[in-house]
């Protein structure tokens, strides 16, 4: 029996006039293998001495002389990330797409490394498409982006945005086209999505599909009609209803977008945005806001947990003196197969403490559904709570302290833990959503005087 076909990803952004306030919004689901963990971790800013290497998922390649503090949302055995942020507010996401140029399984930079170095190298979205850009030219993009003997490769698509602007950057092969986007929405898909509307391009593009006879030369150059496959993959023709979906979701809101808006994008199961299938399902979800005042702080939505219809979106706020989450943080293997030679030959439970927690809460709400949406209910005030603190944080009216915002994250997860901790549940269960004691967020918001 053939395996279920892949999905993907999604993601979206939003720029004022379409958002409520102004600010950018980023968002992004991963869709991964159903049982792969996706982990949230923090990494500081950091200054390397000349000649350092890096040593990326698959390939060691050249440090940079200093990297900025990053926060990733990753799969756990890779180096790289699906998506994340950093202290200067640029947020990266990508997708796998297959094009007319052959899909390398050689080991190079996956696109998820790609996100990550981007991310570590640039102050603004614009700096991080050149370094990406400038990455593909001199290492390539290839290597198996499962854990898994059987080969799974693809090119990437990337959305990156900072407090001013965003951009579509998309390969094939070496090659790339790149959207800037400076009002409006956009969203991206598994497939080629830039038409004629080319902002920069890698220099030999244009040559590249004149002598392949993908382009005659004359009239207008549309990247996607040129660069995409005439025959599909199973998985494209599905990411193309996917596209059209999240498409028209941007425009039904345009206006009045805000992180409330895209979490419910992204909890869309109707439109396929939100997987939950036998072989692939979304495995971890972000949301961000970057105000255009310079003086406000970006605030940073993570699920750390798969299916964000079931899942809670915790603030993270980059400042000095943070404080590590590490139940998002999956255990460490001495004898790692995704780094042995030859890889992937046997598998490790690389399940973190959160993604336990949340795992068996699902067994037991799915096993009692009354029950199950009592505990829904009441985890989705948790998140109001976090989303609330972020909303004052960003209006000005919330002047927290420092250790407040360093444990922001760190205690929201904390109280997630808590609320799943089946033996807590059973205590509380009788207890209506309304009635929720927010002593009980652990500090979750911000705003809470009391600290547990």
Request: proline residues 7%; hydrophobic residues 40%; aromatic residues 8%.
């Amino acid at each position: 029996m053939a395996a279920p076909a892949p999905s993907s990803c999604d993601c979206f952004v939003a720029l004022p006039p379409a958002t409520a306030a102004p600010v950018v919004v980023f968002g992004k689901n991963a869709d991964r293998p159903r049982d792969e963990v996706q982990e949230v971790v923090y990494v500081p800013a950091a200054r390397h001495r000349p000649g350092d290497k890096v040593q990326c998922t698959y390939i060691e390649i050249e440090q940079v002389e200093r990297t900025h503090a990053v926060v990733l949302s990753r799969p756990a055995w890779l180096w790289g990330a699906e998506m994340g942020a950093n202290e200067h507010g640029v947020c990266v996401g990508n997708e796998g797409v297959w094009t007319r140029e052959p899909v390398g399984e050689q080991e190079a930079l996956l696109g998820m490394d790609l996100v990550r170095l981007a991310l570590e190298r640039s102050r603004s979205a614009h700096e991080a498409v050149r370094v990406i850009a400038a990455l593909l030219e001199r290492h390539g993009q290839g290597g198996p982006c499962k854990e898994e003997p059987a080969p799974f490769c693809y090119h990437n698509t990337f959305l990156l945005a900072d407090r001013a602007e965003a951009w579509v950057l998309e390969t094939a092969g070496p090659y790339w086209a790149a959207q800037r986007i400076t009002e409006g929405s956009r969203n991206i898909s598994n497939q080629l999505s830039i038409g004629t509307d080319i902002t920069a391009e890698h220099a030999g593009l244009r040559q590249r599909a004149r002598s392949q006879g993908w382009w005659s030369g004359d009239g207008e150059f549309s990247f996607a009609e040129v660069f995409s496959l005439e025959q599909q993959p199973v998985r494209m023709e599905a990411a193309k209803a996917r596209y059209r979906a999240g498409r028209e979701l941007l425009r039904q809101h345009a206006g009045r977008i805000t992180a409330e808006t895209f979490m419910g994008i992204l909890r869309d199961k109707a439109s396929g945005i939100c997987v939950d299938s036998e072989g692939f399902r979304t495995a971890g979800s972000m949301v961000s806001v970057l105000p255009r005042d310079p003086a406000l702080p970006c605030v940073h939505f993570f699920t750390a947990t798969p299916d964000p219809s079931r899942s809670v979106f915790k603030p993270f706020v980059f400042v000095d003196g943070l404080k590590p989450a590490p139940q998002v943080m999956s255990p460490s293997f001495a004898d790692d197969p995704a780094k042995k030679i030859p890889r992937f030959q046997s598998k490790v439970d690389r399940r973190h403490q959160l993604y336990r927690r949340h795992e068996a809460a699902l067994a037991l709400m799915e096993s009692d559904p009354e029950q199950g949406q009592k505990l829904q209910e009441t985890l989705r005030a948790l998140e109001r709570q976090g989303l609330e603190a972020a909303h004052a944080l960003l209006a000005g009216t919330l002047a927290p302290a420092p250790e407040e915002l360093a444990e922001l994250f760190f205690d929201c997860v904390d109280a997630e833990m808590k609320f799943y901790n089946w033996e807590t549940y059973k205590e509380m269960r009788d207890i209506p959503p309304s009635a929720l004691d927010p002593s009980l967020a652990s500090g979750c918001t911000s705003a809470a005087p009391a600290r547990h």
